[in-house]
């Protein structure tokens, strides 16, 4: 028995006597909707489920309920499209009601920082810009680590407001640096898959920088490959982004299946090379990867970057192929603002 709940949830009764029946069952609808969405040119649909095993003395609403929870742990990678009520966390999960309830009031309060990770010129002699990354400094004064909400908030759509956020406050720090009569440099913000779709984002980020009388030119978008693949709607957005002068910066390329096809479809600016990838250097098939996809790269007129330098022998070899900038803890790790600020102060070319 199948019902559609709301958009595109489904409530879904199936009898099977056992585990392995009931997968293969729904491994076959799930083949069935993505043949369907192919048919009809839907792309990227990827059905998900949380599965509970009713018991005979449970209500349906009770096991419906539980299955609802279970299809929150449905992981984004599309590793795995199921979960059991019986495998799911529970502390986890009730660590993630406490994030998630605290949200809003953690904007409110202003818990969400901006941390700055310079990015070097490959000779190490300048700073050429940062990438701004989220900190939540809680009340009690701890530090939560991106990884453990962002990919949370990923799922209930809170990230696009985390978002905002984030670009709000570079633009009115880099105002504050201008004002001051730094010499700015470029700082790059994150923008998750589920901010894209927003139809109006590019408005609303143009709004910001007006606001703030900033040039398009100080800000720049990261976004990673999983967000553009085979999304016209989303290609569109960059390309107005990049219309307005923000630049685009396409990050973690080298993770999961990355596509050589998107090098070539014109869609952003700077190719930033994942530390998986740099972590290979030293070995011969990692070093001859990295050599062509640097060189690929760059005769396609992309700017490079590699992203978790760690050591001077990635940093030589990095330097060897010409890769144009250089992120990692081998030079400095994110930092505050302020840190950040007297960094930027020991570089001669500072003050405008
Ligand atoms: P990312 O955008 O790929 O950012 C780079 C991550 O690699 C950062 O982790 C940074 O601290 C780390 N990293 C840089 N250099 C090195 C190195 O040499 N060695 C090692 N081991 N790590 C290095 P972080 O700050 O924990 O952020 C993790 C991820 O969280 C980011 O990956 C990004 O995907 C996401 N994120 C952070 N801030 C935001 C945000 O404001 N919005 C969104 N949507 N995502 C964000
Ligand atoms: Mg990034
Ligand atoms: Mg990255």
């Given at each position: 028995m199948i019902r559609r709940v709301r958009e595109d949830h489904f409530a879904l009764f199936v009898t099977e006597n056992n585990e392995e029946a009931f997968l293969n069952r729904m491994e076959d609808v799930s083949y069935k909707i993505h043949e369907l969405a192919r048919r009809i040119q839907m792309p990227g649909v990827y059905p998900h489920y949380g599965v509970y095993w009713l018991k005979e003395s449970e209500s349906v609403e009770d096991g419906f309920s539980k299955a609802r929870i279970a299809e929150n742990f449905v992981s984004s990678d599309h590793a795995k499209h199921y979960v059991f009520y019986s495998e799911i966390d529970h502390n986890e999960m009730y660590e993630n009601e406490k994030l998630e309830e605290r949200f809003?009031?953690?904007?409110?309060?202003?818990?969400?920082?901006?941390?700055?990770?310079?990015?070097?010129?490959?000779?190490?002699?300048?700073?050429?810009?940062?990438?701004?990354?989220?900190?939540?400094?809680?009340?009690?004064g701890?530090?939560?680590?991106?990884?453990?909400?962002?990919?949370?908030?990923?799922?209930?759509?809170?990230?696009?407001?985390?978002?905002?956020?984030?670009?709000?406050?570079?633009?009115?720090?880099?105002?504050e640096w201008q004002q001051q009569g730094f010499h700015i440099r470029q700082v790059s913000v994150n923008l998750s898959r589920a901010s894209l779709y927003y139809s109006d984002i590019v408005e609303r980020y143009e709004n910001i920088l007006k606001e703030y009388r900033l040039e398009a030119k100080y800000i720049q978008i990261e976004v990673t490959e999983s967000a553009m693949e085979g999304k016209a709607d989303i290609l569109k957005v960059?390309?107005?982004?990049?219309?307005?002068?923000?630049?685009?910066?396409?990050?973690?390329?080298?993770?999961?299946?990355?596509?050589?096809?998107?090098?070539?479809?014109?869609?952003?600016?700077?190719?930033?090379l994942d530390k998986s990838l740099i972590d290979q250097i030293g070995e011969e098939n990692g070093e001859t990867l990295l050599y062509h996809v640097i060189s690929m790269g760059q005769q396609l007129g992309l700017h490079i970057t590699a992203e978790g330098v760690e050591n001077t022998m990635q940093l030589k070899y990095l330097q060897k192929l010409n890769c144009d900038d250089i992120q990692g803890f081998l030079f400095a790790r994110p930092m505050p603002a302020s840190d950040y600020e007297n960094l930027m102060c020991s570089f001669v070319s500072n003050l405008t």
């Open positions: 809003e009031e953690a904007i409110a309060n202003k818990e969400f920082e901006v941390w700055y990770q310079p990015k070097y010129s490959a000779n190490g002699t300048d700073i050429v810009g940062s990438e701004a990354l989220v900190r939540w400094r809680s009340t009690d701890s530090m939560i680590s991106p990884g453990r909400f962002i990919p949370l908030f990923e799922k209930n759509g809170m990230i696009a407001k985390l978002d905002e956020y984030m670009f709000r406050s570079v633009c009115s720090q880099q105002v960059l390309g107005q982004f990049r219309h307005m002068g923000v630049h685009i910066l396409m990050d973690d390329f080298g993770t999961g299946y990355s596509s050589l096809a998107i090098l070539s479809m014109r869609c952003f600016d700077t190719l930033k």
